[in-house]
């Protein structure tokens, strides 16, 4: 039955959702676990046992009600009185520096409860607070998004899908990792499931069926299936890049990560780094010695640490420990600044070859990112 379809993929949601952390006692413990999961918000970070600070605080809440109150309501020792208490925070006050968080803490802990039309009351309003930080807005449009699917009262499927857009931008500019994308795929697909209800042929998507089968960690199929879509998608690009990467492929996945980042760079920020961390970590060779860029980070470092412990332990042996004359003191101490300066010499040398390493890479990388602009058109 659709409906019953519908049910598994909110259930696979379910799941991804709690893999990367938006409260999985929210999720799966309900009222009785929620207890803890106010201690992963910034909006405590001022409740303190430590005594100075105590009394500092104190003072600060004796002059501002308003953190007095919100205190109270965030450690509420039972969730329904943390409610009672949020609630009533946000009805006396018209604004305060807790709002954003406050309605946070609402729309988490009514999706615990799944009184869906309060989730979308809540996570709405505290969306409109640019401020937040990007895992705040991801998880908030993951848990409003799925809302607005399965809301007896407020059911809105064009919402749903705009919050995945949404949850997909911020999770890739903020550079959020995988588990948050596997969980807007869940969305996506617990939307389309749902859209699906009553009909009886559904429109096929292509790339949809890639990044299932990407997220189902089959990298083979999945390369298979992205490299027949559009390349100049910037999210075929960036799937088929992540791929390509699992399936060691690391000079191809360089290219199609660079893609992503240059066809929408807005989108894909932080994806140009991703493609250098690759590149540095496992393509890149340095000419004469032919050995990889960290290889040859921990051998002069290596071999930067032995010299200097040498010079230590010879200066050690000569004068540690032992009485020395006047003369030989005076020596020693002649001995260990002359030591001091050739450790510091030690130090800069190294700093300087490592650099001189990464100026070499980044000119062969930066030439990649100049071949691929010119492959796609791009100046």
Do not use: C
């Amino acid at each position: 039955m659709p409906e019953q379809r519908v049910k598994l993929v909110r259930k696979s949601l379910v799941k991804i959702i709690v893999s990367v952390g938006i409260g999985a006692s929210l999720i799966l413990g309900g009222a009785k676990a929620l207890g803890g999961y106010g201690n992963s918000y910034p909006n405590t970070a001022h409740i303190s046992n430590t005594p100075y600070i105590y009394q500092e605080q104190q003072k600060v809440e004796q002059a501002d009600p308003k953190t007095v109150a919100y205190s109270k309501a965030v450690s509420a020792s039972t969730i329904d009185e943390k409610i009672r208490l949020l609630e009533d925070y946000l009805k006396t006050y018209s604004d305060s520096q807790y709002h954003k968080f406050a309605y946070k803490e609402l729309a988490f802990v009514y999706y615990g409860k799944k009184n869906y039309d309060k989730v979308i009351n809540h996570g709405d309003k505290a969306l409109t607070y640019s401020d937040l930080d990007n895992e705040s807005k991801a998880q908030l449009f993951l848990v409003t998004g799925e809302s607005y699917v399965v809301s007896p009262g407020k059911k809105n499927l064009d919402k749903a899908t705009e919050y995945a857009g949404k949850a997909e931008q911020v999770i890739k500019s903020g550079g959020l990792g995988e588990g948050y994308l596997k969980a807007v795929s869940s969305l996506e697909s617990l939307i389309e499931k749902a859209k699906g209800v009553g009909k009886s042929v559904s429109k096929p998507d292509p790339l949809g069926a890639a990044r299932l089968l990407y997220n189902k960690k089959d990298y083979v199929g999945a390369e298979k299936a992205f490299a027949v879509l559009d390349q100049k998608n910037p999210d075929v690009a960036y799937y088929y890049g992540l791929a390509l990467y699992q399936n060691k492929k690391y000079n191809e996945s360089i290219d199609k990560l660079l893609a992503a980042s240059i066809l929408d760079s807005a989108g894909y920020s932080k994806v140009r780094d991703t493609a250098y961390s690759i590149f540095l970590n496992n393509v890149y060779k340095e000419p004469k010695s032919s050995k990889g860029y960290n290889s040859l980070v921990k051998e002069t470092n290596d071999l930067m640490n032995s010299d200097i412990m040498g010079l230590q332990k010879a200066w050690n042996d000569k004068y540690a420990d032992k009485e020395l004359s006047e003369e030989e003191a005076k020596q020693a101490e002649t001995d260990k600044a002359a030591l001091d300066e050739r450790v510091e010499q030690i130090r800069k040398d190294t700093e300087a070859y490592q650099l001189g390493l990464k100026r070499a890479a980044d000119a062969v990388f930066n030439n990649l990112v100049s071949q691929v602009k010119q492959r796609l058109g791009v100046k």
